[in-house]
């Protein structure tokens, strides 16, 4: 059973290889420009894994432009797109920001000038009281119409403020959309790994709780598959009927995360291993409830189970070691089967460590 582990994850590796080399030729046979954010997409198109980013690409057809792929990245949320519309955002705020600093420095030299040509009058009435009566009607009447100039400006002013606040606004959602983008996985719509990376590594800073937590690491028994025989569409089926599930099995300080095609994970506050396990056991009963119309089969219902593996954070030392105990305990599941679930004890540990995958932020 091991063996055939290690040959379906040759086969993974060597699989990737030749999706890699299928972006790098679609690219280069259309035209694209080799940008990170363009690998990107072409990436997660060709592999499937969300059926409606492959549906727009594959209706763009050829000759697309840069604004027209970005568009779609955007769109979809990938993270290079996203990053690149986050800095599109930023450099938008700063023009904002310098177009009403510097209508704000024009306004407040007139103000100034204002301001010094009355001194100059009050002065001028108060050195010599006579003189200054005879000029007094026309200064005011200049005074008059000064001041009704300031006051239009004053409020065409305001009324740009206000117009500016609501770009500021626009970019504050936008950035905000960015942000949750480069944490989010677009399929399921649950944190993805790098969130899952930032909220593991909490749990070992000097600021969180004592209280135990437990991290279980779960993998979707067949999902893969699945997506090679029946199509990219099934998969995203099971994963978008994943997802809320997952969601409605965890509590408020408690996390969930998609972060890998057909792996999740789960990070459980205050809570023992015999609670982790029994929470596993009901995710995985959940799971196996789950059934999937398969594609030009309306009679065929396909059903999942999940393998899980569950560590403590108060038998590690960081995160990293609590992800590699967890990822341990699954690799064992997996290895006598699959679609079980087992605590991390002192027993796995002991075995050749060159077993464990390594965590990687």
């Not at 040959?7 to 990737?16: I, K, L």
């Not at 969300?50 to 568009?71: I, Y």
């Not at 983008?181 to 593991?200: E, H, I, K, Q, W």
């Not at 569950?310 to 105990?325: K, N, R, V, W």
Request: charged share 20%; hydrophobic share 45%.
């Amino acid at each position: 059973m091991a063996g055939q582990k290690e040959q379906d994850g040759t086969r993974g590796s060597a699989q990737n290889a030749v999706l890699l080399l299928k972006v790098a030729q679609t690219m280069s046979k259309l035209g694209i420009s080799p940008l990170p954010r363009n690998y990107e997409l072409f990436y997660e198109a060709l592999s499937g894994q969300s059926l409606s980013l492959s549906r727009d690409m594959a209706a763009l057809g050829a000759g697309a432009s840069q604004a027209q792929l970005d568009q779609i990245g955007t769109r979809h949320n990938l993270v290079g797109h996203s990053m690149l519309a986050a800095d599109k955002a930023r450099a938008g705020a700063a023009e904002t920001i310098a177009a009403l600093s510097k209508t704000l420095q024009k306004h407040i030299a007139k103000k100034e000038s204002f301001s010094a040509s009355l001194q100059t009058f009050i002065a001028r009435l108060e050195s010599d009281p006579v003189a200054g009566m005879s000029d007094f009607a026309d200064d005011a009447h200049r005074f008059g119409h000064a001041a009704a100039a300031l006051l239009k400006e004053e409020r065409a002013f305001a009324g740009a403020v206000e117009e500016i606040a609501g770009q500021l606004r626009d970019t504050t959602v936008s950035l905000d959309t960015s942000r949750k983008a480069l944490t989010r996985d677009p399929v399921t719509g649950l944190p993805n790994r790098a969130a899952f990376s930032v909220r593991l590594a909490a749990l070992f800073s000097d600021d969180a709780d004592a209280n135990p937590s437990a991290l279980i690491l779960v993998s979707i028994d067949g999902l893969q598959d699945l997506g090679e025989s029946h199509g990219s569409g099934a998969m995203e089926k099971v994963l978008k009927k994943l997802a809320p599930l997952f969601k409605k099995s965890i509590k408020k300080n408690d996390f969930v995360a998609r972060i890998a095609s057909d792996e999740f994970a789960f990070i459980f506050d205050d809570v023992s291993a015999d609670n982790a396990a029994a929470i596993a056991g009901r995710i995985r009963a959940s799971v196996a409830a789950i059934e999937i119309a398969l594609p030009d089969r309306a009679f065929t219902r396909q059903a999942v189970t999940l393998s899980a593996g569950i560590a403590m954070s108060e038998s590690t030392i960081g995160a990293a070691d609590l992800f590699q105990q967890a990822d341990l305990a699954l690799k064992t599941v997996r290895s006598n089967g699959g679609s079980g679930l087992l605590v991390f004890s002192a027993a796995i540990g002991s075995q050749p460590r060159k077993s464990r995958r390594s965590f990687v932020a």
